[in-house]
């Protein structure tokens, strides 16, 4: 059978293999290939590996060559507050002079300041916004991406993010899965009436099901925000009609979010910066991922998550971006990537499960991608590197030279492909 692209001439080839969900130690196992080809046949992998590949090319075949460059699969950021309005750059000052986080939250800034802006916006507006966020998360070599609704806090303005989110999978080519968080939040006209808006809030995740504008709810499970209690209420209804569902747990305080989320069979508990020992045991005895977000430790200066602990208990980690205007505004992956390494101790191929195979695993797309195998989509990302290790320790750079998704070249030379 002849191929419609062959890239070849590939450094080497790094991808995990192992059946996913992929844990603990097993993390460490990658495939790595020498000298070798990747050949597509309608947007899928028709093979690859380092032996011969002339009996694929035909007349119509293009062939590409990687210079030697490496090839991963395309990353996935499985983690991201991608649509809403504005920035927050005067709280970094609040943050910096040690007002915490939570305080600002408190005196209506923070999130609520967002969900002010967010309601302002146009649709218009949101979409340019987060159309421009995704395109550069994409010349960093990501190519799927959870988009979270949550800066609504309303029906009307969360419906609005989630349909910015629906009209950019439409036109850009990155793919996108959506999660409503109503509940990232108490909007200041239910201050004081937390139990009206779970209320309220279940009400609207029966519309957002029926208009299917999300596959998954979310909670922000913290202090002052949602109690384990009413997260469980919340999530336990949106599991009821069908929602996969995954919170910010124990983030700044230990509430024991993600013990709740194991408990509720929730696809992955993010954050987990204070997260308790009893609940990394949990972890590990469950197929919950644990979603870890070490730019928003960076950003906002506060401990990492115990990633190595957890591996090394079995737990099933991923590694995502949280891109958002408050506590973590850069949508450069390789930064993510290289905090893994730096400050979660995590390993080149530990890293690369993580950010691949396991955040596919827990958003339910690990069929289609994740990992460079016969049959999946053809989402590659070559890299001007000579191996992983140095994509991890040459930091604060864009390593990525050009991305393929589902075949078709969408960065070329660091730059967007455009159609004509
Ligand atoms: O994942 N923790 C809650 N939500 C986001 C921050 C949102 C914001 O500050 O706007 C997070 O850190
Ligand atoms: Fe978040």
Same mark, same amino acid.
């Given at each position: 059978m002849s191929a419609d692209l062959i890239i070849y001439n590939i450094g080497v080839l790094y991808t995990p293999y192992l059946k996913p969900p992929v844990r603990g130690h097993d993390m460490s196992k990658i495939k790595?290939?020498?000298?070798?080809?990747?050949? *597509? =046949?309608d947007g899928l992998i028709l093979d690859f590996g380092d032996h011969d590949y002339v009996h694929y090319i035909s007349s119509s075949t293009i062939v590409f060559d990687a210079k030697k460059q490496i090839a991963l699969p395309g990353l996935i950021d499985s983690h991201t507050h991608l649509v809403h309005a504005g920035t927050r750059e005067e709280e970094y000052a609040k943050l910096? %002079?040690? *007002?915490?986080?939570? @305080?600002?939250? =408190? %005196? &209506?800034?923070?999130?609520l300041?967002?969900?002010?802006?967010?309601?302002? %916006?146009?649709?218009? @507006?949101? !979409?340019?916004? %987060?159309? &421009?966020? /995704?395109?550069?998360?994409?010349? !960093?070599? #990501?190519?799927? #991406?959870?988009a979270k609704s949550g800066y609504g806090l309303n029906l009307e303005t969360e419906i609005k993010q989630l349909k910015v989110a629906q009209k950019i999978q439409d036109f850009h080519p990155v793919r996108l899965i959506s999660t409503y968080m109503g509940a990232h939040a108490v909007p200041k006209e239910y201050l004081g009436h937390t139990k009206g808006y779970i209320e309220q809030l279940i009400e609207d995740m029966k519309v957002i099901k029926n208009e299917n504008l999300a596959e998954a709810v979310d909670v922000f499970c913290e202090t002052g925000v949602f109690s384990v209690e009413e997260t469980k209420t919340i999530l336990s209804s949106a599991k009821a009609l069908g929602f996969s569902i995954k919170l910010h747990a124990d983030e700044i305080d230990s509430l024991g979010g993600a013990g709740l989320g194991v408990d509720l069979g929730a696809t992955s508990v993010d954050h987990l910066m204070a997260i308790r020992d009893e609940d990394i045991v949990k972890l590990s005895k469950s197929n919950t991922v644990a979603n870890l977000l070490p730019g928003t430790s960076f950003y906002l200066n506060k401990g990492y998550a115990p990633a190595r602990k957890m591996i090394d208990s079995n737990v099933i980690v991923s590694v995502s971006g949280d891109y958002n205007p408050g506590s973590c505004p850069t949508e450069n992956f390789q930064f993510i990537m290289h905090l893994a390494s730096n400050q979660l101790k995590m390993s080149p191929e530990e890293i690369l499960n993580a950010v691949t195979i396991n955040p596919a695993y827990h958003l339910g797309i690990s069929d289609q991608v994740g990992s460079i195998e016969i049959g999946k989509e053809a989402d590659i990302v070559l890299m001007d590197a000579p191996n992983l290790s !140095? /994509?991890? !320790?040459?930091f604060g750079i864009n390593h990525t030279k050009h991305v393929f998704i589902k075949g078709k070249l969408v960065v070329l030379n660091r730059q967007i492909v455009r159609e004509s």
């Amino acid at each position: 059978m002849s191929a419609d692209l062959i890239i070849y001439n590939i450094g080497v080839l790094y991808t995990p293999y192992l059946k996913p969900p992929v844990r603990g130690h097993d993390m460490s196992k990658i495939k790595k290939i020498n000298n070798a080809f990747i050949a *597509i =046949k309608d947007g899928l992998i028709l093979d690859f590996g380092d032996h011969d590949y002339v009996h694929y090319i035909s007349s119509s075949t293009i062939v590409f060559d990687a210079k030697k460059q490496i090839a991963l699969p395309g990353l996935i950021d499985s983690h991201t507050h991608l649509v809403h309005a504005g920035t927050r750059e005067e709280e970094y000052a609040k943050l910096r %002079a040690g *007002i915490p986080y939570l @305080d600002i939250l =408190k %005196a &209506g800034g923070g999130i609520l300041g967002t969900v002010e802006k967010t309601r302002n %916006a146009s649709f218009d @507006d949101l !979409y340019h916004h %987060a159309f &421009g966020s /995704l395109s550069e998360m994409m010349l !960093y070599g #990501v190519t799927s #991406v959870e988009a979270k609704s949550g800066y609504g806090l309303n029906l009307e303005t969360e419906i609005k993010q989630l349909k910015v989110a629906q009209k950019i999978q439409d036109f850009h080519p990155v793919r996108l899965i959506s999660t409503y968080m109503g509940a990232h939040a108490v909007p200041k006209e239910y201050l004081g009436h937390t139990k009206g808006y779970i209320e309220q809030l279940i009400e609207d995740m029966k519309v957002i099901k029926n208009e299917n504008l999300a596959e998954a709810v979310d909670v922000f499970c913290e202090t002052g925000v949602f109690s384990v209690e009413e997260t469980k209420t919340i999530l336990s209804s949106a599991k009821a009609l069908g929602f996969s569902i995954k919170l910010h747990a124990d983030e700044i305080d230990s509430l024991g979010g993600a013990g709740l989320g194991v408990d509720l069979g929730a696809t992955s508990v993010d954050h987990l910066m204070a997260i308790r020992d009893e609940d990394i045991v949990k972890l590990s005895k469950s197929n919950t991922v644990a979603n870890l977000l070490p730019g928003t430790s960076f950003y906002l200066n506060k401990g990492y998550a115990p990633a190595r602990k957890m591996i090394d208990s079995n737990v099933i980690v991923s590694v995502s971006g949280d891109y958002n205007p408050g506590s973590c505004p850069t949508e450069n992956f390789q930064f993510i990537m290289h905090l893994a390494s730096n400050q979660l101790k995590m390993s080149p191929e530990e890293i690369l499960n993580a950010v691949t195979i396991n955040p596919a695993y827990h958003l339910g797309i690990s069929d289609q991608v994740g990992s460079i195998e016969i049959g999946k989509e053809a989402d590659i990302v070559l890299m001007d590197a000579p191996n992983l290790s !140095y /994509l991890l !320790y040459h930091f604060g750079i864009n390593h990525t030279k050009h991305v393929f998704i589902k075949g078709k070249l969408v960065v070329l030379n660091r730059q967007i492909v455009r159609e004509s």
